[in-house]
């Protein structure tokens, strides 16, 4: 049995989550954190404030909180001999490659995907074999007119997976606002649009001359999607050593 910690487990992402360790018949909820219901329980599990309060028998730790804690809330983890499961959006390259540098340390696994739906990873497992023999992409981020961070987590982990895309015109050669063209996400043009009935749509579009390939993903109003393969990354999360990003890549191995 997998001890589990959620932390942002009041939060409307982690709440199903939540709901499906607890309905899993190989997983445990034993703790959950969340500041605004310290000292309370979730589905029976007891919460506290703080991530370094809560890894006392934990296997696993699952992160749904913000950008801003995420990281903190991974290495608290990671040095506590804790694996950890990132789906937490607004990290950055740094973020991950000094939480893959602990991990391995350590010798614990971390997974962490900018989305872990089913079809968001098979969004991306296309996008990556259409960049092997399309040279030219950029990604467009849709999401709600209140998301705090951009790109979305799902756009920066594509864009830094796919890499840089052969340039067009040189950005500093171009009439007008140089920000009309995005920003440039590991050497990929990257484009947020923030509006009112986005949740987080992520496109990619490949162009070649006269031709066109755009591949998308659209996630609906609810949880319901990040749930199963959140659970996946979590079973997985204790067999390994090191960062793994992007669900699909730990779908690729199974």
């Known amino acids: 049995m997998t001890a589990i910690c959620i932390a942002g487990i009041t939060g409307w992402t982690g709440g199903a989550i939540a709901a499906g360790v607890a309905a899993a018949g190989d997983l445990q ?6 500041r605004s219901a310290a000292g309370g329980e979730v589905e029976g599990a007891p919460v506290y404030a703080r991530v370094g309060e809560a890894l006392d028998g934990i296997d696993v730790l699952i992160d749904y909180t913000s950008h801003d804690v ?9 040095a506590a001999g804790v694996a950890v499961v990132i789906g937490t959006s607004g990290l950055t390259a740094q973020d991950f490659a000094a939480i893959d540098a602990a ?14 739906s089913l079809t968001a990873a098979m969004m991306a497992a296309g996008a990556l074999l259409a960049a092997r023999h399309l040279p030219h992409w950029e990604v467009i981020d849709y999401a709600s007119a209140t998301k705090p961070d951009v790109p979305s987590g799902t756009a920066r982990e594509l ?11 040189p950005l500093d050669t171009i009439a007008g ?8 996400v590991a050497g990929t ?11 987080v749509s992520t496109e990619v579009v490949f162009g070649l001359p006269d031709e066109r390939l755009t591949i998308r ?17 979590a079973r997985a999360a204790g067999e390994r050593v090191g960062l793994t990003r992007g669900l699909d890549a730990l779908l690729a191995e199974r």
Do not use: K, M
């Not at 606002?177 to 440039?184: I, K, L, N």
């Not at 649009?193 to 986005?198: D, G, M, Q, W």
């Not at 993903?217 to 990354?233: E, F, I």
């Open 29 to 34: 909820l034993r703790a959950g954190v969340s």
């Open 70 to 78: 995420a990281r903190d809330n991974a290495l608290a983890a990671i």
């Open 217 to 233: 993903h659209d996630a609906g109003g609810s949880p319901a999607p990040y749930v199963a393969g959140t659970l996946l990354a």
């Open 189 to 199: 043009q990257v484009h947020s649009v923030r509006l009112p009935s986005f949740v």
């Open 159 to 169: 864009a830094e997976r796919l890499g840089a895309s052969e340039p067009g015109r």
């Open 103 to 116: 991990a391995a340390e350590a010798g614990v696994g971390a997974i962490a995907s900018g989305n872990f």
């Open 177 to 184: 606002p140089v920000e009309a063209r995005g920003a440039t």
